[in-house]
Antibody, heavy 119, light 109 residues
Framework: EVQLVESGGGLVQPGRSMKLSCAAS????????MAWVRQAPTKGLEWVAS????????YYRDSVKGRFTISRDNAKSSLYLQMDSLRSEDTSTYYC????????????WGQGVMVTVSS | DIVLTQSPALAVSLGQTATISCKTD??????????IHWYQQKPGQQPKLLIY???NLASGIPARFSGRGSGTDFTLTIDPVETDDTATYYC????????FGGGTKLELK
């Protein structure tokens, strides 16, 4: 069974950095694109970033370009999100999601990790 | 960016039909496929894929759920509605990067 387990969240001050990780199992991680999707408290879903199966291509929403970096380690079946220059509006639950690899929908999701940006 | 618009909430009686709409501001069709997908999210849980490419039922999803539409207008139908269906439903496009609709909260009357 596919499992995606996020870690690395918590409380961080504005302007500081945080790195999220997602450990994947139950599928051939190196064959599928992956994504991060976030959800602010009581708000809807918001796509953050995606990465191709081999890590060569990355995509970001405008509001995080230049501040967030998505990466992956296929040898470790792990996905990462490096978040720099964090702002209060980045406060959200961050979900790791598996992309189906062809039509670009998200067929599996992790349970999410909370990131709170506050002084 | 492609913008997806959903009604915020819908109240339906048990056993009746729920129809949730999603309208896009740009055509999301490409080579015969509509790049619209639907997810269900219950409180405190991660989203779950229900429908992909507008009308295809995801694995393990009951046949009470169905989707249709093309171009810029799409619907998710639940027939009949059961107690367990109370949740927020999101549409998402993958025609050009990825965006989600604002979500429709389904409640029982």
């Amino acid at each position: 069974e596919v499992q995606l387990v996020e870690s690395g969240g918590g409380l961080v001050q504005p302007g500081r950095s945080m790195k999220l990780s997602c450990a994947a199992s139950g599928f051939t991680f190196s064959s599928f694109p992956m994504a991060w999707v976030r959800q602010a408290p009581t708000k809807g879903l918001e796509w953050v970033a995606s990465i191709s199966f081999d890590g060569r291509n990355t995509y970001y929403r405008d509001s995080v370009k230049g501040r967030f970096t998505i990466s992956r380690d296929n040898a470790k079946s792990s996905l990462y999100l490096q978040m720099d220059s964090l702002r209060s509006e980045d406060t959200s639950t961050y979900y790791c999601a598996k992309d189906d690899g062809y039509n670009n929908y998200f067929d599996w999701w992790g349970q999410g990790v909370m990131v709170t940006v506050s002084s | 960016d492609i913008v997806l618009t959903q009604s915020p909430a819908l109240a339906v009686s048990l056993g009746q039909t729920a129809t949730i709409s999603c309208k896009t501001d740009q055509n999301v069709d490409y080579y015969g496929n509509s790049y619209i997908h639907w997810y269900q999210q219950k409180p405190g849980q991660q989203p779950k894929l229900l429908i992909y490419l507008a009308s295809n039922l995801a694995s393990g999803i009951p046949a009470r759920f169905s989707g249709r539409g093309s171009g810029t207008d799409f619907t998710l139908t639940i027939d009949p509605v059961e107690t367990d269906d109370t949740a927020t439903y999101y549409c998402q496009q993958s025609r050009n990067l990825w965006t989600f609709g604002g979500g429709t909260k389904l409640e029982l009357k």
